[in-house]
Nanobody, 119 residues
């Protein structure tokens, strides 16, 4: 199972970016997908999560600015980031928990994509 994240870049404060994450490989289904970020000198934090029952959870600092969506046919999850702030600067990682064909679950990470917001 591989996760490929893309869409990061440099943007001015107030701008927007859209991150994408494609899940590929051999698996039965996706239980959970989410976006995490890690800023320099800080621990990785979960930004948004798409749970298996369809709920979306966001950390308070991005509520109203970030929106997750998914295309199940493409095994792709998106993170639309609007009104970006310098404090959103971080490496963003996608994460997926999938059900494997041996009925076990696997926890996988993408390679990370850099988001830099200038003031």
């Amino acid at each position: 199972v591989q996760l490929q994240a893309s869409g990061g870049g440099l943007v001015q404060a107030g701008g927007s970016l859209r991150l994408s994450c494609v899940v590929s490989g051999s698996f039965f289904g996706i239980l959970d997908m989410g976006w995490y970020r890690q800023a320099p000198g800080k621990e990785r934090e979960r930004v948004a999560q798409f749970t298996g029952d369809g709920r979306q959870d966001y950390i308070d600092s991005v509520k109203g600015r970030f929106t997750m969506s998914r295309d199940n046919a493409k095994n792709t999850v998106y993170l639309q980031m609007n009104s970006l702030k310098p404090e959103d600067t971080a490496v963003y990682y996608c994460n997926a928990i999938v059900t494997l064909f041996n009925q076990r679950t696997g926890n996988y990470w993408g390679q990370g994509t850099q988001v830099t917001v200038s003031s």
